[in-house]
C-alpha cells in the first residue's frame, strides 16, 4: 500500500531529478538524459501533484509555467540602484580607464581585471531569502523597476530555490534575460507560420517578452539568464574578489557565462576582447561588447562611483553593425523645444535584425562635417547597436544630380521665422507651432509621462487638425463624440481612450514634471526632482542654487528648470492640468533621525558629486561635529580625491574612514 509518506518521498525525488537534469543541460551543457525521458519525469511529477495538492511547492519545476494575466506590474524600487556603465569604444579608451584606476588606487602594480561578455538583453534583479525567489525587478530608471517576479519565475535558468548551502539569508543578484538565437529562430518561424509579424531582434523581443501581462507568454519565448554581480547579502559571506563571487554563485545554482575570464593588465583584457569578437557569431545569445571589472573588492569600494556609473568597471563595445543606403531626401522635423531637426529618409536598409529607413542628421553643422547631399549613397551603423547613424559619405557613388541640403527660411509646420546660432535652428512661433505641438503632445502621453495607453501620433495629428487640441490639457477635455468623429475611430476605442485618459489623471509627481517637457530634463531628473522637493508648491519656490543643489542637476539644467516654471503661460497649464484631476499622492519630507549625534567627523580632498560644503550641511543634519582637524576626538573621516595630511593623520591614529561612495550611500539611506 502506498502512504501518504511516499508519495511526498517520490514527489521530493522527482523535482531533485528534475533540477539535476535542468542544471545539467542549461548549465554545462551535458545532458545525461533524452528529452524525451526527461519529459516523462516531468510528466510524472506533474501527475502526482495533481493527485496530491497537499504536497505542491512554489519551488517546484512544475510551477514554470505561468498564471493568469497580471492587470499590470507593481513598482519596485532598488535598494541598491542599477547603475550603467561607461563605454569603451577603442583600445586607447581602455587604457585611458586603466590610467585612471591606477592613479586613483595610487599604485603602479598591474591590475587584475574579471572580463565578462556584455550580454545583449534585459537587466533584472533577483531577490533570495532563504534560499527561495521572491522577488524579480526590470532595471527601469535605474531607482525605480517593474515587478516581473512572475514571469522570472517561469524561465528555467533561474533556480527557484538556490542550491547547496552556505547561501546569505538575503541575496540580490543582478544579472542579464536574453532570448537564445536558438529559440529566437524558432519562435519567430512560428509567427511566419501563422501569419504573424516576426520580432525584430532577440533583444527586443526579450524585453517584450519579460514585460507580458501574462506569465504563460513568457513561459513559451524559452528566455534565458546570466548572472553578473551580487548587490547584497545579508546574513552571509561572500569571496572578496569577482570572479570567485561569481564561481560561488554557480555552486548555489545561478547561472554565470561559462567564457568569462581573469585577465592581468588591460593589454591581456585587449587581447580577450578580440578573442570574443571572433567568437560572437558563433555563440547561441547575443553579445554587443566586453564588460571589464577591477576584480578586487577593496579595490573597488576604494574607487568608488560616480553618481550612475561605478569607477572600476567598463563596456568596451564590439564595432556596431553597419550597412549602406542611399539618402531619397532630407526633410526638416519641429521638436518639442521648437527647434528643427534634420532627417534622412533613406532607401530601406536592414542593419542587425531592424529595418532603417529614416536617420536624423541632428543640425546642419552634422550635415556640413559630413558633406552629405540628396542622392548620396552613406554608410549606416547603429551607436550602440541600437540608434541608426550617419558615419560617412561614400563620394565615389554620389550622383550627378545630387542636391545640396538647405536650411528652410520659414518652419515646415506652421511658416513661421526661423532663427539660427550655430548650433540650433529654432522656430519662433513658440507652443503654438503645430509640429511642436504634436511633439509636446506626443511626448507628454508618453509610457514615461502621462501614459495615455491608445493615444498614438495618427490620432493626435487628427486632433490638432481639427483644433480639437491645443494644449496638454485639452485632452481632458474631449468627450466621447469629438472621438467617434475622428477617421478610423469607432465608439469602443473612444471609450477606451476616454478611460485612459481618466486612468492616467492618478500619476506620481515625478512623471508629472517629466510630462511637462521642459527643456533638458530627462526621467531621471525628473525622479530627482520630485525626491528632492516633494511637491510642486516647493518646486516652484526653488531658486537656481537651490536646483543645483539636487545631484546631477548643474546650472544650464537649473536654469532651464527656473525660467520654465516662471513662464505665465506655463504655470497657467499647470493649474490647469491640477483642475482637471490630475494628482498624485503626497510624499512628506521623511524625517531626518540624528543617528551621527555626537560623532566628530571630517572631510578632506574633492568630492566629485557634491560640494564639500554640500556634505558638511548634509553630515549636520544627522547630528555629526564637522572639524577642519583631524584628532584623537575623531570619529570618522570622509576622503576624497587628492586627500593629503588629514588622511595620513586618520590612519596614524587608526579612525575609521571611508570614501564617497559610502559617504553617499549614507546620505542616501537617511534621505537627507
Not at 526653488?542 to 543645483?548: K, Y
Amino acid at each position: 500500500m502506498v502512504t501518504s509518506a511516499d508519495t511526498e518521498f517520490e514527489i521530493k525525488r522527482l523535482r531533485e531529478e528534475i533540477d539535476k537534469h535542468n542544471y545539467l543541460y542549461h548549465h554545462q551543457d551535458a545532458p545525461e538524459i533524452t528529452d524525451v525521458e526527461f519529459d516523462v519525469l516531468f510528466r510524472n511529477l506533474q501527475r502526482l501533484e495533481l493527485e496530491h495538492p497537499e504536497f505542491l511547492a512554489s519551488d517546484s519545476p512544475t510551477q514554470r509555467v505561468g498564471s493568469p494575466p497580471l492587470k499590470s506590474h507593481a513598482k519596485i524600487i532598488h535598494e541598491v540602484p542599477m547603475l550603467s556603465l561607461d563605454n569603451a569604444f577603442s583600445e586607447q579608451d581602455l587604457a585611458d580607464f586603466e590610467a585612471r584606476v591606477l592613479a586613483r588606487l595610487k599604485t603602479s602594480d598591474i591590475i587584475r581585471y574579471c572580463c565578462e561578455p556584455k550580454i545583449d538583453g534585459v537587466a533584472i534583479s533577483l531577490i533570495y531569502e532563504e534560499g527561495k525567489l521572491v522577488c524579480g525587478a526590470t532595471r527601469g530608471d535605474g531607482t525605480t523597476g517593474e515587478d516581473v517576479t512572475q514571469n522570472v519565475r517561469t524561465i528555467d535558468t533561474v533556480p527557484l530555490c538556490l542550491d547547496g548551502t552556505g547561501y546569505p539569508e538575503l541575496l540580490e543578484v543582478r544579472g542579464e534575460i536574453y532570448f537564445p538565437r536558438s529559440a529566437f529562430k524558432a519562435v519567430n518561424q512560428l509567427s511566419i507560420g501563422r501569419g504573424e509579424r516576426p520580432f525584430a531582434n532577440p533583444r527586443n523581443a526579450a524585453a517584450g517578452s519579460l514585460r507580458q501581462l501574462d506569465s504563460r507568454l513568457t513561459a513559451k519565448r524559452k528566455l534565458s539568464m546570466f548572472c553578473y554581480s551580487v548587490v547584497q547579502a545579508k546574513g552571509g559571506h561572500l569571496p572578496d574578489k569577482q570572479s570567485e563571487i561569481l564561481l560561488k554563485l554557480e555552486t548555489w545554482g545561478l547561472p554565470i557565462n561559462p567564457l568569462i575570464e581573469v585577465r592581468q593588465g588591460v593589454k591581456n583584457c585587449i587581447e580577450f576582447f578580440g578573442k570574443l569578437l571572433s567568437r560572437r557569431e558563433y555563440l547561441d545569445y547575443d553579445i554587443d561588447g566586453v564588460v571589464f571589472k577591477v576584480d578586487s573588492l577593496d579595490f573597488q569600494e576604494r574607487l568608488g562611483v560616480l553618481t550612475r556609473t561605478p569607477r572600476w568597471a567598463i563596456a568596451h563595445k564590439f564595432p556596431p553593425e553597419k550597412g549602406v543606403s542611399v539618402v531619397k531626401n532630407v526633410e526638416f522635423q519641429v521638436g518639442r523645444t521648437g527647434a528643427l531637426t534634420p532627417v534622412a529618409r533613406l532607401e530601406p536598409v536592414k542593419i542587425g535584425g531592424v529595418t532603417v529607413s529614416n536617420v536624423t542628421l541632428h543640425n546642419m553643422q552634422e550635415i556640413e562635417r559630413l558633406g552629405l547631399m540628396i542622392g548620396d549613397s552613406v554608410l549606416i551603423n547603429r551607436a550602440g547597436d541600437v540608434i541608426p547613424k550617419v558615419i560617412s559619405v561614400i563620394a565615389k557613388k554620389r550622383p550627378g544630380n545630387a542636391k545640396r541640403i538647405e536650411l528652410p527660411n520659414t518652419c515646415p509646420s506652421c511658416g513661421s521665422t526661423i532663427t539660427n546660432n550655430e548650433a540650433v535652428a529654432k522656430c519662433i512661433s513658440g507652443r503654438d507651432c503645430p509640429g511642436r505641438l504634436r511633439e509636446n503632445i506626443r511626448h507628454f502621453a508618453s509610457r514615461s509621462a502621462m501614459d495615455i495607453d491608445g493615444l498614438g501620433e495618427k490620432i493626435i495629428d487628427q486632433l490638432i487638425a481639427a483644433s480639437l487640441v491645443n494644449s496638454p490639457a485639452d485632452l481632458y477635455k474631449l468627450s466621447r463624440e469629438q472621438f467617434i468623429q475622428l477617421d478610423r475611430l469607432g465608439p469602443k476605442s473612444a471609450d477606451n481612450l476616454i478611460a485612459a485618459l481618466e486612468k492616467s489623471k492618478k500619476t506620481t509627481l515625478a512623471k508629472f514634471i517629466y510630462a511637462l517637457g521642459i527643456e533638458e530634463v530627462g526621467e531621471y531628473t525628473s525622479v530627482v526632482l520630485a525626491r528632492s522637493f516633494f511637491g510642486l508648491n516647493l518646486l516652484f519656490e526653488a531658486t537656481i542654487s537651490n536646483l543645483m543643489s539636487v545631484p546631477d542637476i548643474g546650472l544650464i539644467v537649473a536654469q532651464k528648470i527656473y525660467e520654465f516654471l516662471r513662464v505665465e503661460k506655463n504655470q497657467s497649464l499647470i493649474n490647469e492640468l491640477i483642475s482637471l484631476g490630475i494628482h498624485w499622492d503626497i510624499e512628506e519630507p521623511p524625517e531626518v533621525k540624528q543617528v551621527l549625534r555626537g560623532e566628530v567627523w571630517v572631510l578632506t580632498g574633492t568630492l566629485s558629486t557634491l560640494t564639500r560644503n554640500d556634505a558638511k550641511v548634509r553630515l549636520q543634519a544627522l547630528g555629526a561635529k564637522v572639524s577642519g582637524s583631524v584628532s584623537s576626538k575623531t570619529d570618522c573621516v570622509v576622503a576624497g580625491d587628492a586627500s593629503g595630511s588629514k588622511l595620513i593623520k586618520a590612519k596614524a591614529l587608526n579612525i575609521r574612514i571611508i570614501y564617497e561612495a559610502e559617504l553617499l550611500k549614507l546620505l542616501e539611506q537617511r534621505n537627507v
